[in-house]
């Protein structure tokens, strides 16, 4: 299966220890110096799915934007080693985008991500090649941290290329990211308004419940929540992918309107392996999530390569 993954790319700087800013601050007050592990790895949601729809032998190409620097420069080569398709546009103006990852001792993550990124500029040439490329993929993938800047380019740049998607036939798939993704868009016909009809919706089921206007930040999720949830979403989205954490399991269904359910259980991983674990139970089920196809709607053609 052939996708077209659209979201932002990012040089990762990962703090590999607990970090127990709490208690540092407490105890020496005043500046805070903590001398840690750390590590530079490829990030960003475009590159975390594609690199999880590789390894699960689908074909994702990767239509993003990078900055003529060292960080760009490390993310070409992930991808090209990685045998990741991808075409990416060269901000001569713009950085590379880049984040600093670490995790709390209760296990929240703990995020600095840079603004006025490459990401934010997305070269209109990339958008144009892209949506000339649209009639041989099997999905575009778009990542809801795409568009939560309106006053960036590469708003209406992926905007350009998920209508040109939908318009084509081809199943645009949608991730509810980040969490907070209600903030931007108060429901799903206001996202399908702005990039087209959206076949598959993919979110973690608290995020998908503040969409839908459910539920509170404090609830117990439940399975029974899940199936309420994706009941809703079924009648906006052909199919849908919802996870939750439960204990020390997380899980995953896969719904659609012709009945399939399909069911995940996985051990929630240690804290680092948690970068881009719920793009690879996704996967999982890709081929299911992209096949889901309503009674009369056309599939699309297989394809050249970008």
Same mark, same amino acid.
């Given at each position: 299966?052939?996708?077209?993954?659209?979201?932002?790319?990012?040089?990762?700087?990962?703090?590999?220890?607990?970090?127990?800013?709490?208690?540092?601050?407490?105890?020496?007050?005043?500046?805070?110096?903590?001398?840690?592990?750390?590590?530079?790895?490829?990030?960003?949601?475009?590159?975390?799915?594609?690199?999880?729809?590789?390894?699960?032998?689908?074909?994702?190409?990767?239509?993003?934007?990078?900055?003529?620097?060292?960080?760009?420069?490390?993310?070409?080569?992930?991808?090209?080693?990685?045998?990741?398709?991808?075409?990416?546009?060269?901000?001569?103006?713009?950085?590379?985008?880049?984040?600093?990852?670490?995790?709390?001792?209760?296990?929240?993550?703990?995020?600095?991500?840079?603004?006025?990124?490459?990401?934010?500029?997305?070269?209109?040439?990339?958008?144009?090649?892209?949506?000339?490329?649209?009639?041989?993929?099997?999905?575009?993938?778009?990542?809801?941290?795409?568009?939560?800047?309106?006053?960036?380019?590469?708003?209406?740049?992926?905007?350009?290329?998920?209508?040109?998607?939908?318009?084509?036939?081809?199943?645009?798939?949608?991730?509810?990211?980040?969490?907070?993704?209600?903030?931007?868009?108060?429901?799903?016909?206001?996202?399908?308004?702005?990039?087209?009809?959206?076949?598959?919706?993919?979110?973690?089921?608290?995020?998908?419940?503040?969409? %839908? *206007? #459910?539920?509170?930040? &404090?609830? =117990?999720? $439940?399975?029974?929540? /899940?199936? !309420?949830?994706?009941?809703?979403?079924? @009648?906006?989205?052909?199919?849908?992918?919802?996870?939750?954490?439960?204990?020390?399991?997380?899980?995953?269904?896969?719904?659609?309107?012709?009945?399939?359910?399909?069911?995940?259980?996985?051990?929630?991983?240690?804290? %680092? *392996? #948690?970068?881009?674990? &719920?793009? =690879?139970? $996704?996967?999982?089920? /890709?081929? !299911?999530?992209?096949?889901?196809?309503? @009674?009369?709607?056309?599939?699309?053609?297989?394809?050249?390569?970008?």
């Amino acid at each position: 299966m052939k996708v077209l993954v659209l979201g932002d790319l990012c040089l990762d700087t990962v703090v590999e220890d607990e970090l127990a800013l709490d208690s540092v601050m407490a105890r020496d007050g005043g500046d805070l110096s903590l001398w840690t592990p750390m590590a530079d790895v490829p990030g960003g949601t475009s590159y975390h799915f594609a690199a999880a729809a590789g390894r699960h032998g689908h074909t994702p190409v990767v239509v993003g934007a990078i900055g003529a620097d060292v960080a760009g420069r490390a993310i070409t080569e992930a991808l090209t080693d990685g045998a990741i398709g991808h075409r990416l546009a060269v901000d001569e103006r713009r950085p590379t985008g880049r984040a600093i990852i670490g995790y709390g001792t209760t296990g929240a993550r703990i995020m600095f991500a840079s603004r006025g990124a490459a990401n934010e500029g997305l070269s209109g040439t990339a958008v144009r090649e892209a949506v000339e490329a649209l009639p041989g993929f099997d999905a575009v993938w778009v990542s809801g941290l795409s568009l939560t800047r309106k006053g960036t380019p590469t708003y209406a740049s992926v905007r350009e290329i998920a209508a040109g998607a939908a318009a084509g036939g081809v199943r645009l798939l949608f991730d509810v990211v980040p969490h907070e993704f209600h903030r931007h868009f108060s429901d799903v016909p206001s996202i399908a308004a702005e990039v087209g009809p959206i076949h598959g919706l993919v979110s973690e089921l608290p995020s998908a419940r503040r969409l %839908l *206007g #459910l539920g509170d930040a &404090g609830e =117990t999720l $439940t399975e029974r929540l /899940l199936d !309420e949830t994706a009941e809703l979403l079924l @009648e906006q989205v052909t199919a849908t992918v919802l996870r939750y954490r439960s204990g020390s399991a997380y899980r995953q269904s896969v719904r659609t309107r012709d009945g399939l359910v399909k069911d995940l259980e996985r051990p929630i991983p240690e804290r %680092l *392996g #948690l970068r881009g674990y &719920g793009d =690879t139970m $996704t996967c999982e089920v /890709l081929s !299911e999530l992209v096949g889901a196809v309503p @009674e009369g709607e056309p599939i699309s053609g297989k394809v050249e390569s970008l």
